[in-house]
């Protein structure tokens, strides 16, 4: 099998599986059955390779055909000219390592996409959210805050983001309350790690006082790149 029908059957079975995969999410399903429509596309040139790439020397052939009579004692030669694609062999080669490559950037987002889609993460911030787009519940007000702190009572959370001021009078006080008051009781939430991404130095610097003191791991991440106002401020 030649090279390009080697690439095209790769192309169709992975535009295939990409299109047809539960866990990479609706999102993929356009790109899969572009890359199987190109991959069979592909296939079909493929079959006739030999008329895609040509001496390199012009866009004809030259076919000589000998013609012996019977009594050998004459030669006749007559030359066929047909029309080739030789120049065609360069394009197609771009064409399927653009094509591998854009399938190499659908499977490499399919697969973060479901590395964030399983990590548990939670945003209390009145403002800012997280500027890549990654799965989190986000909570506005300390109230909330607190409510989906709840939820989480006896389940694992990856990621808590605290922001110290939240509008209005309210700060995440209760919020941290609540996180003081279970690891008081011996009952600690399971949190790999608070970030503490306020721009409050005093206020982040008592955050991860207490909680530090209770036996949280916490970040002091102020200034953090990750959060960021996705919209202008009224």
Not at 70 to 84: H, K, V
Not at 122 to 135: K, N, P, T
């Amino acid at each position: 099998m030649r090279k390009p029908v080697k690439t095209a059957a790769v192309l169709v079975g992975l535009g295939v599986g990409v299109a047809v995969g539960p866990s990479l999410g609706p999102a993929a399903v356009y790109a899969g059955i572009a890359l199987a429509t190109l991959g069979v596309a592909l296939s079909l040139v493929g079959t006739s390779e030999s008329d895609l790439v040509g001496d390199g020397t012009g866009d004809v052939d030259s076919v000589s055909v000998v013609d012996r009579s019977d009594s050998g004692a004459t030669e006749r030669r007559r030359t066929r000219q047909r029309p080739t694609l030789s120049g065609l062999g360069p394009r197609v080669e771009q064409i399927l390592r653009l094509a591998e490559a854009q399938a190499d950037d659908v499977m490499t987002a399919a697969h973060h996409h479901r590395v964030d889609a399983r990590r548990k993460i939670v945003l209390v911030d009145d403002l800012r959210s997280f500027v890549d787009g990654r799965h989190a519940e986000v909570a506005r007000t300390s109230s909330t805050g607190v409510e989906l702190l709840d939820r989480y009572r006896d389940r694992r959370l990856d990621e808590l983001w605290l922001d110290h001021d939240l509008g209005g009078g309210d700060t995440i006080w209760p919020v941290v309350e609540v996180l003081e008051r279970a690891a008081f009781d011996g009952r600690p939430f399971d949190v790999s790690v608070i970030n503490i991404h306020s721009a409050n130095p005093a206020g982040a610097a008592k955050m991860a006082q207490v909680l530090g003191h209770r036996g949280y791991r916490v970040r002091v991440t102020s200034g953090s790149t990750e959060v960021g106002y996705l919209d202008s401020p009224a």
